[in-house]
């Protein structure tokens, strides 16, 4: 009896000292879900024979190998191979798993077959019109679900803009968000030479369901015969893949510890290099980009990154590649500012953009008819 007693205590140490040394390593880990969009029957955008379906997974794949040969990252993948996964199931699995990170990779497609480049997306409100047309385009596969209407009920697929209230209340893995998707839109830029439209904001119903730090990167328009064919190549896969890799490990770095490893990302060339050249007609810009108009009736806001007593020229050489920059002289001083928008949300994604280019001590200026105002007036004046 006694005996039996003591096989049993020591049978419930063993068990618990292996279920602690589990449940140890497994949140000792750095976890990333990467979720490689569409597969199956939904081969998401098609064009030239380049399917955004493989292009994602051979990315996908990619970038956790390379997350992989560090031993403190775990990497959960919403799919491997060509199946159909939900949406709403994809960010389950990052959930389940209690990810650090989530990231949904994809291709953009537009019928100006000109449009390219880069555009890496948080979850929230987007009063453009573009940004709403990709996230519409995404979600739209919830119609190929069993029992979308019931799983999904209250979400019309036609305006995604029906997942906004609930957005709101999800602010907390906002600036994280930003900041990942900025270092993704930087690596782009300045270790792989691509043009990159920058960082947005739409909701996608994927993002929605997920409760972390999490992305959407469109990794290029495949409608875009150059760029498309960059993106279906081995060696432009493996080195989109690598910007990723090198701004998850930068994540990890800053918000978990470890060291960072050196990757190697060889640059691309052609058109699907950064630099607007004239054939970036003004038709693709009017179309696709996302410069609309500021109101200057109400509230708007800048980024100030630079004070300085002498004048620069206000080129994005100059502004550590920032471009947007405008000044205001005050003071004997001239101040630069970053960006200009009406909207605040979009201004803190400016900040972090700005702060991920090395200005550490940007920060917002909302103005008035011209004139300077406290940040509590800007937000009551809406
Ligand atoms: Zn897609």
Redesign the pocket.
């Known amino acids: 009896m006694k005996l039996s007693l003591k096989i049993k205590e020591v049978f419930v140490l063993v068990l618990l000292f292996i279920v602690s040394s589990m449940l140890a390593q497994s949140s000792g880990k750095f976890k990333v879900t990467l979720d490689a969009?569409?597969g199956d029957h939904d081969f998401?955008?098609t064009y030239h024979g380049f399917i955004?379906k493989n292009i994602?997974l051979g990315v996908v794949l990619k970038v956790g190998k390379i997350l992989e040969q560090d031993p403190t990252i775990q990497v959960i993948y919403t799919r491997k191979n060509d199946s159909f996964i939900d949406l709403v199931e994809r960010a389950n699995i990052a959930n389940r798993a209690n990810a650090n990170l989530f990231v949904s990779i994809?291709?953009n497609a537009n019928k100006n077959q000109e449009a390219y480049g880069t555009e890496t997306y948080v979850m929230g409100l987007s009063k453009s019109a573009s940004s709403l047309e990709v996230a519409k385009?995404?979600n739209e596969v919830i119609q190929m679900e069993k029992d979308y209407k019931t799983k999904y009920a209250g979400y019309n697929p036609n305006s995604p803009e029906s997942l906004i209230s609930a957005t709101l209340a999800q602010e907390e893995y906002l600036d994280q968000s930003i900041e990942f998707a900025s270092r993704i839109q930087d690596n782009f830029d300045v270790k792989l030479n691509r043009k990159v439209r920058g960082v947005k904001q739409a909701p996608f119903m994927v993002l929605h369901k997920a409760f972390m730090p999490r992305v959407l990167i469109e990794m290029g328009f495949i409608s875009n015969k150059e760029e498309g064919a960059y993106l279906n190549s081995e060696e432009g896969q493996l080195n989109v893949a690598k910007s990723i890799a090198d701004a998850i490990f930068r994540m990890k770095v800053e918000h978990f510890g470890g060291s960072m490893p050196v990757i190697e990302i060889q640059k691309s060339e052609k058109t699907t290099v950064k630099k607007d050249t004239v054939k970036t007609s003004s038709k693709e810009t009017s179309k696709t980009s996302d410069n609309k108009p500021v109101d200057t009736t109400k509230v708007v806001y800048k980024v100030q990154v630079k004070a300085s007593s002498s004048h620069v020229e206000t080129k994005p050489e100059n502004f550590n590649g920032l471009s947007k920059i405008s000044f205001i002289s005050e003071k004997g001083y001239y101040k630069y500012m970053y960006g200009e928008t009406n909207d605040y949300n979009e201004a803190k994604m400016q900040l972090l953009e700005a702060k991920t280019r090395g200005y550490d001590s940007a920060f917002i200026v909302p103005f008035k008819n011209g004139q300077k105002i406290s940040l509590n007036e800007a937000l009551k004046s809406k």
Do not use: Y
């Open positions: 969009g569409h998401g955008a955004e994602a994809h291709c385009k995404e």
